[in-house]
């Protein structure tokens, strides 16, 4: 089992920045591809980036690409998603992930097998 907890959130400006951290549990965390989801209120979830093991590899949304960077330090059990030149469209519950197998950079909610409890991103205009 793996408990993700993030953190990070907060209100911010629009073209401000904020940086989430996402902490996992457990001495594995190396062999978990990683990933950020998010949730807008009446909205489904939706990918934003994704990372694999070593963090050699990520892959970013359209909608965020260019604007946000996922980066991990697995001596430290835990991911990061830098997000600068903020939108009121990213405002969001922002959800880590992680995925027991593979090495690869995943992009669908029902690939991840750990989810985080979530941390609120709001962003002012």
């Known amino acids: 089992q793996v408990h993700l907890v993030e953190s990070g959130g907060g209100l911010v400006q629009a073209g401000g920045s904020l940086r989430l951290s996402c902490a996992a549990s457990?001495?594995?965390?190396?062999?978990?591809?990683m990933g950020w989801f998010r949730q807008a209120p009446g909205k489904e979830r939706e990918f934003v980036c994704a990372?694999?093991?070593?963090?050699?590899?990520?892959y970013y949304a359209n909608s965020v690409k260019g604007r946000f960077t996922i980066s991990r330090e697995n001596a430290k059990n835990t991911v990061y998603l830098q997000m600068n030149s903020l939108k009121p469209e990213d405002t969001a519950d922002y959800y880590c992930?992680?995925?027991?197998?593979?090495?690869?950079?995943?992009?669908?909610?029902?690939?991840?097998?750990?989810w985080g409890q979530g941390t609120q991103v709001t962003v002012s205009s």
């Open positions: 990372i694999n093991r070593s963090g050699g590899s990520t």
């Open positions: 457990g001495r594995t965390f190396s062999r978990f591809p």
């Open positions: 992930a992680a995925r027991r197998s593979g090495d690869y950079t995943y992009s669908a909610p029902y690939e991840y097998d750990y």
